[in-house]
């Protein structure tokens, strides 16, 4: 029997919300907005897909073969030595990118499930950590609280141990709703990074770890009534309320 490689694939990411609370770094929420991905053979040029970016929200986003979510296509397949297919991409886009909302994540997650799928009727699918450790090393920055919630969905806490990274997902109580607020502009990650500080005070560290504790308890207890003050944060928040820069109205909603 021949094995036939699909025609087409879809793949939906969602958003998500890293550096949730106190968890910089570490604890990123998937959230039920999505993006969506078709890729389908088409043509005859591997190196020049066709990308069709669908929804204003899309604006701005490459259709050239430098686009991420073909890049994170093409990384698999090349790792597994898969002949890249000549190919068709279309983007539904509903989440807004560079605020915030881990839209990259979308792109670079949705290209390596995608190229996963394409390659499972050849038995060469590999496992979702081998997916995540590809994410983190395609999104800007090696963090991985954004593309590890965006693959395995719901509360992800991750972490890097002797340089392999754990994404441990656990339970989120579907009793609660997440509201965000983000900016009509888009807010630079990167620069706001540089203006975090190489040391903390004990204090801050000690203010931080306390409130991890406490939100996952209070999560996993129902405990509601503390996540207010288990959310809160001293190790990045406080910057981007003062640094106009980043987001000059979230003085109000911190
Ligand atoms: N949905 C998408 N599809 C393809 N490429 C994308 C998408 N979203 C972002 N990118 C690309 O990812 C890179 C980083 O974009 P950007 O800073 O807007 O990231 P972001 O993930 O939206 O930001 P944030 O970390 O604030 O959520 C840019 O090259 C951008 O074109
Ligand atoms: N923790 C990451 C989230 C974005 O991937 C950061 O602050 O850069």
Redesign the pocket.
Known sequence: MALVLPVMVTVLTPA?S?NLGPGFDSLGLALQLY?R?EVEEWGSDPDHPKIE?IGAL?E???TGP????FQSFMLLLKRLQVPIPSVRIR?T?N??????????????V?GLMAANEWVRALGLAVPKEELLEMAVEA??GNHPD?VAPALLGGLVATTHVDGKIHAIKTKFPNSLRAVIFTPSF?????AGRKLLPANYPKADVTFNTGRVALLLTALQTGRYELIGEAMQDRLHQPIVRHSSLLCPISSMLL
């Open positions: 998500t890293a993006n991905f970016v899309g701005g986003l490459s430098d686009n991420m979510f983007m886009i989440i807004p990118h560079g605020c915030g909302l881990g839209s990259s994540a979308t792109a670079v949705g999104e800007a954004n888009p807010m630079d990650t990167v």
